[in-house]
């Protein structure tokens, strides 16, 4: 967690965080699951894996419909990226935030505090603390913290009901897209009209 923040810090006071996220978070996710499979973990029990497949059905159609929210979402952000920098933002939220924190979160740091022994929940309430300290840095207020924190307790369930982090990772990705597709983004200055 430390080692993200700092990272992700040096990149905002430099001007390329999106950069460093898009390439830092998931390359933190592939170093922990290498060093996970060094430690005899495979990579099913680290949540790379298909969804199991007798999820219940509203669970599977909500990961559908948010699946093609966010595959709609990040192909305008494909088409837009030499345009502008959303379309650097919509690419970044996908790779580097949805997918990579997720992997580390939900796949590699869940893994090891499952390995350590610690009780069901004593590891979701440590994933829910480090994942909102994740966001801490350059937060605003309370809730840039608090919030995160919150949305970790439905990424885990989700990680544990479907014993994959896709299902989170498409979660997470499709809520965090609506940020960068927003009225904001979209008006920075207000609608005028």
């Known amino acids: 967690m ?19 996220t898009l390439v830092g978070v998931p390359l933190f996710g592939a170093a922990g699951w290498w060093w996970l499979q060094r430690r005899g973990c495979t990579r099913r029990a680290i949540g790379l894996r298909w969804p199991r497949p007798d999820l219940p059905r509203p669970l599977v159609i909500l990961t ?53 022994g610690a009780s069901t929940g004593t590891t979701v309430a440590a994933n829910a603390v480090v994942f909102g300290l994740w966001h801490a840095t350059g937060a605003d207020h309370a809730g840039e913290v608090a919030g995160p924190a919150l949305a970790a307790l439905t ?18 990705a499709a809520t965090n897209l609506g940020g960068v597709f927003s009225a904001r983004e979209a008006f920075p200055a207000g609608p005028t009209g």
């Open 2 to 20: 430390l080692w993200g923040n700092g990272l992700v810090a040096v990149g905002r006071r430099v001007g390329h965080d999106q950069w460093i």
């Open 64 to 116: 559908g419909a948010a699946a093609v929210v966010a595959g709609v979402l990040t192909a305008a952000g494909l088409a837009t990226a030499g345009q502008d920098r959303r379309g650097l933002r919509t690419v970044r939220t996908v790779v580097g935030t949805a997918f990579g924190e997720e992997l580390v979160h939900r796949g590699v740091l869940l893994t090891v505090w499952a390995m350590s």
């Open 155 to 172: 990424l885990v369930w989700l990680r544990l009901r479907s014993r994959s982090i896709l299902v989170p990772a498409v979660f997470h």
